[in-house]
């Protein structure tokens, strides 16, 4: 069979002839060759839509970092928080006043509240007895 046939004839007269000299008209999927502008046309199609997605990942970018900042630190608040409520305790850094026990060779750590905060024991240095210490025993 010959591969191009009224090739000298109009695009509707070929289709007409065609039709008029087929056994059967019926539809049928096959791959057709593209031509070069047809070719161009898609290459131009898809470099403008990887311009466009590009376009768009640097504004998702730009509006994933502004999530981040705002984000961030309530997630930390929440951190803090849950670690807060799990323990039922807060880390505090605040002036804590040392009181010895001789009797029992402690020092206590006590808060402005009055509470003992930490106890350990004395340590060689402080078990020297002082005259100001005993003055403010006297007191």
Not at 124 to 131: A, K
């Amino acid at each position: 069979m010959e591969k191009l046939i009224l090739q000298n004839v109009v695009q509707d007269d070929r289709v007409q002839q065609l039709r008029d000299s087929a056994d059967k008209v019926e539809d049928f999927t096959y791959s057709r060759e593209l031509e070069i502008g047809e070719v161009q046309e898609l290459q131009s199609d898809l470099s403008q839509g990887l311009i466009k997605i590009d376009q768009e990942e640097q504004k998702l970018k730009v509006h994933k970092e502004a999530y981040k900042s705002v984000v961030k630190p309530i997630r930390e608040t929440i951190k803090a928080n849950l670690q807060k409520v799990r323990t039922q305790m807060e880390e505090v850094t605040e002036e804590v006043y040392l009181l010895k026990d001789l009797q029992q060779m402690k020092m206590g750590y006590y808060s402005k509240e009055g509470k003992l905060v930490f106890e350990r024991g004395l340590r060689p240095d402080e078990m020297q007895f002082s005259i100001t210490e005993t003055l403010k025993k006297v007191n």
